[in-house]
């Protein structure tokens, strides 16, 4: 696929990745839809992304909530007039131990809000965003397209993650059971997997906890975004992958 022949819809387009993969699609010459909760973060990325060749619009789209996100790919395909690219990369973490013996001798559960919020953006979130875009394409009998899903490195497992690294698994198997099934329609389906990168989201990580896992990276750092992009720049190109997930991890599995 050609990146400046790109109309692509991204989640979580506000910060960190998300925002990256739609500055370096708008700079190639590609019009964006970006979504996302955060629409102070969206404002940002319109004005900056003025005076690139693509252009980018923000939407608001919560990826948990099915209406929204039906009512947001129909405004995306009027906008844009079609889409071919669609990249699910909004996601949260909420860690937790699945219990933990406190000093005082009891114990605290993970509670199920905590596990289901996480599963309805990072796993279900995906799922409704894929099925609305692949049935408007096929309905509209577009193709070439692609759909590329952000996964983790962490979908192996990691302590106090049961709930990210589960979504993240999830994720990784729907990626390639909808490689396998939309492929008849044209599509490719795709993912990468990070791992730690420099972004917003590891204002939830502690500062100790950043230094551990970084000791633990071979090559001793975190991943920019851009480096991230740089996967997502070769599975756009590359007409031939479809199916698998590439790690960008520094060598890393926690
Ligand atoms: N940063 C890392 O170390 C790392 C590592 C591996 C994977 N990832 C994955 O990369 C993706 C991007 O993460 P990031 O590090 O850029 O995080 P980030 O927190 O900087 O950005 C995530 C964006 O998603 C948005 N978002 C959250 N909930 C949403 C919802 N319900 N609907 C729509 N948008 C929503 C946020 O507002 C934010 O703009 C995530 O899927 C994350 O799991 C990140």
Redesign the pocket.
Known sequence: MNLKDAKAIV????????RCIALELARAGAHVIG????MD?LKELENESADLPGKIYGEH????NESLVKTFIEQAFQKLGSANILVN????LRDGLLVTREDEGWLRKLPTAQWKRVID??LT?PFLMAREFAATLIEMNISPSLIVN?????SSGNPGQSNYSAS?AGLDAQTRTWALELAPYGFRVAGI?????H????SHVSPEAQAEMISKIPLRR?AQ?YEIWLAMRFIIECDYFTGSVIEVNGGARF
């Open positions: 989640t979580g387009a506000a910060s960190g990745i998300g979504g996302d909760i955060d973060g789209l919560d990826v948990s990369n909004a996601g949260i953006v990072n979130g952000i996964s983790s490195v962490t993240k997997a990070p791992g730690l990168t972004t917003p989201m590891l975190m975004p």
